[in-house]
């Protein structure tokens, strides 16, 4: 019996020796290698990413090279666990290093087609004779050469796709929310959700990088309107019109056809219609409808109509393939990367003015625009168009390497803000900028949540330049409460004509839409000092009032509505206004904090 027990203890003991040499030689061993050929790969990622901003396209492509050497080492060692990939966790590891093989492929891929051309993008790329070319020449050149980079986009697509498919895979709730002070759980859906997005624009653009040669006249000569909209007076799609530019491309190079005051082109309009009742009802003393005021619905293509039925009535009309839209972030921007500007022998800055505690460029431009004079002032905001000319002039002379890279980079997030709108006549391109939603159209959220408020400044001054916003959203059960609190802390301006004085501040009279899913039903709408207005817009169910917000005042509006029962509370879409800047939003659901910041894109919240 002893001897039997024995023979048990051994064989147990046996079982046991032959349990942890398996354990440590097919699972410590392998996570022993696969961490410590992981720490290596960290480091050379952040050596990757610091060669990067250098911006040499050589040196990138040497450090790509070494980096996908030392992936494939340690996604080797990394198959040595893959046999336990039944195990949710090891299931999740495999599929991430599988990504990253395509994320590294894309990126090879990527670097390899914009080699040839890395000069005309920013790229340092040996002894270029690219920098030595003239404004015209550079962009000539790039428009040539872009058919052949486009060519190359399929590859890296599918690559992105197919590491978009592993990642999705990954279920980060799975995941403890900490261990110690370590974010796990939150840092992994960071990381998934952005790529996420980054996979979906990628894909969502390729219609429109497609189009690219095409939009810059690789065919045929392209003329497009630049309509710049003054966002200190805001409008549906960003702001007023004050100044509109006919320019024409072919081939990359650029000349400016005619520019002048949105002014010349209502004068050039001999009968104008009737106001709409928009017009009629909120705006201050006018009755006839002018372009200058036709961007009245939220949606840029529905406003680009309203333009185009009164445009044709113009005898300065032209035909164009597009109308970009753009406000005066856009100038501040460009200031801020290449300094100081002299125009006309005026000093153009970005730098912060006390007396609108907005930047310098800003109060210059009202300042000659605007003051009254004893004079009358030809083609007053003429120097906006010589402005901006002298910036686009400037941004084809720099340095490709040195601002190429930081001017593409603030367009695509000017686009993303909606401080940029696109509108082309051709469906295709249409389509394709839609896509990536730079054409400020009002999205359809299909069956989901949706929430977007409009705001429109009707003879209220500049007084957008003074007055904050902050959107607090409530919603339990089926039921939402809209809180929109609007504040003016500074003094009214001198708006005194015969004194000269320049009329910024004062008090904003404000025409408000609150666009909600269609079928929602209107309980409360508090603040408006006309009569509510309930009806149906572009899809959607719209609650209409108007407030006035003195200067050194505040006005609040309180919107409490009903949400439909087909309407999934799962996500909702909040759609961002054109133009807007430092709006901040915050939104509860069922008392749970799930946004609580600044509304500078669209947001979708989960």
């Known amino acids: 019996m002893k001897k039997k027990r024995n023979k048990v203890l051994v064989g147990l003991i046996l079982l046991i020796a032959i349990f942890l040499i398996f354990v440590y030689f097919f699972i410590y061993q392998p996570i022993f290698y696969i961490n410590k050929k992981a720490k290596i790969l960290i480091s050379s990622a952040n050596n990757l990413k610091e060669t990067?901003?250098?911006?040499?396209?050589?040196?990138?492509?040497?450090?790509?090279?070494?980096?996908?050497?030392?992936?494939?080492?340690?996604?080797?060692?990394?198959?040595?666990?893959?046999?336990?990939?039944?195990?949710?966790?090891?299931?999740?590891?495999?599929?991430?290093?599988?990504?990253?093989?395509?994320?590294?492929?894309?990126?090879?891929?990527?670097?390899?087609?914009?080699?040839?051309?890395?000069?005309?993008?920013?790229?340092?790329?040996?002894?270029?004779?690219?920098?030595?070319?003239?404004?015209?020449?550079?962009?000539?050149?790039?428009?040539?050469?872009?058919?052949?980079?486009?060519?190359?986009?399929?590859?890296?697509?599918?690559?992105?796709?197919?590491?978009?498919?592993?990642?999705?895979?990954?279920?980060p709730n799975r995941y403890p929310k900490k261990i110690g002070k370590l974010v796990i759980r939150e840092k992994l859906k960071n990381v998934i959700d952005q790529f996420t997005g980054l996979s979906s624009l990628f894909v969502d653009a390729k219609p429109l990088i497609k189009k690219l040669p095409e939009i810059l006249g690789n065919k045929e000569e392209k003329t497009y309107l630049i309509l710049y909209q003054n966002d200190k007076e805001r409008r549906a799609t960003g702001g007023f019109l004050t100044f509109y530019a006919v320019f024409k491309i072919k081939d990359g190079k650029i000349s400016i056809a005619s520019s002048n005051d949105i002014y010349f082109l209502d004068d050039s309009i001999v009968n104008h219609p009737k106001a709409p009742r928009e017009i009629l009802t909120y705006h201050k003393g006018i009755n006839l409808f002018y372009i200058r005021d036709s961007n009245l619905s939220p949606d840029f293509k529905e406003s680009v109509k309203l333009f185009e039925s009164l445009y044709q009535k113009s005898g300065s009309k032209v035909k164009y393939d597009g109308i970009i839209a753009m406000d005066s972030k856009i100038l501040v921007d460009l200031l801020k990367i290449f300094g100081n500007i002299y125009v006309s022998g005026i000093n153009f800055s970005a730098d912060i003015d006390k007396r609108c505690n907005c930047p310098s460029v800003i109060y210059t431009l009202f300042d000659i625009v605007d003051r009254p004079v004893g004079y009358i002032k030809e083609n007053r905001k003429g120097i906006?168009?010589?402005?901006?000319?002298?910036?686009?002039?400037?941004?084809?002379?720099?340095?490709?390497?040195?601002?190429?890279?930081?001017?593409?980079?603030?367009?695509f997030k000017n686009l993303q803000e909606k401080h940029i709108l696109l509108y082309f006549v051709d469906d295709e391109i249409q389509n394709a900028v839609e896509q990536v939603n730079f054409a400020g159209r009002i999205r359809d959220n299909k069956n989901n949540d949706y929430l977007h408020i409009n705001n429109v400044n009707f003879a209220g001054a500049k007084s957008n330049m003074f007055v904050s916003e902050k959107i607090e959203s409530i919603t339990k059960f089926r039921e939402r409460e809209i809180t929109v609190s609007y504040k003016n802390p500074y003094p009214h301006s001198d708006c005194n004509l015969e004194r000269g004085g320049l009329c910024l501040n004062a008090t904003l009279r404000n025409w408000v839409r609150v666009y909600v899913p269609k079928g929602s039903k209107l309980v409360e709408f508090q603040g408006s000092l006309k009569k509510v207005q309930v009806y149906d817009d572009l899809g959607k169910t719209v609650f209409e009032g108007y407030l006035e917000v003195p200067t050194q005042g505040k006005a609040t509006i309180k919107v409490k509505y009903t949400l439909p029962s087909d309407i999934s509370t799962n996500s909702i879409l909040i759609q961002k206004q054109p133009g807007v800047e430092n709006q901040t939003l915050t939104v509860f659901i069922n008392n749970k904090k799930l946004y609580d910041g600044v509304l500078d894109t669209d947001k979708e919240i989960k």
């Not at 040996?126 to 050469?145: D, I, P, Q, W, Y």
């Not at 910036?391 to 601002?403: D, F, I, V």
């Open 52 to 171: 990067f901003s250098k911006n040499d396209i050589a040196l990138l492509k040497t450090k790509m090279t070494d980096f996908s050497t030392q992936y494939k080492d340690f996604q080797k060692t990394a198959k040595s666990i893959y046999w336990l990939s039944f195990v949710p966790y090891v299931s999740d590891f495999k599929n991430g290093v599988e990504a990253g093989e395509y994320i590294i492929k894309a990126g090879i891929e990527s670097i390899n087609a914009i080699e040839p051309y890395a000069d005309l993008i920013g790229f340092k790329k040996g002894e270029s004779s690219f920098v030595e070319k003239s404004a015209e020449e550079r962009l000539h050149t790039a428009v040539l050469t872009l058919d052949k980079l486009v060519e190359k986009v399929e590859p890296i697509a599918k690559d992105i796709d197919l590491a978009n498919e592993k990642l999705s895979r990954i279920q």
């Open 384 to 411: 906006l168009g010589d402005l901006m000319y002298t910036l686009l002039q400037t941004a084809l002379r720099s340095s490709p390497s040195k601002y190429w890279g930081m001017l593409t980079e603030i367009m």
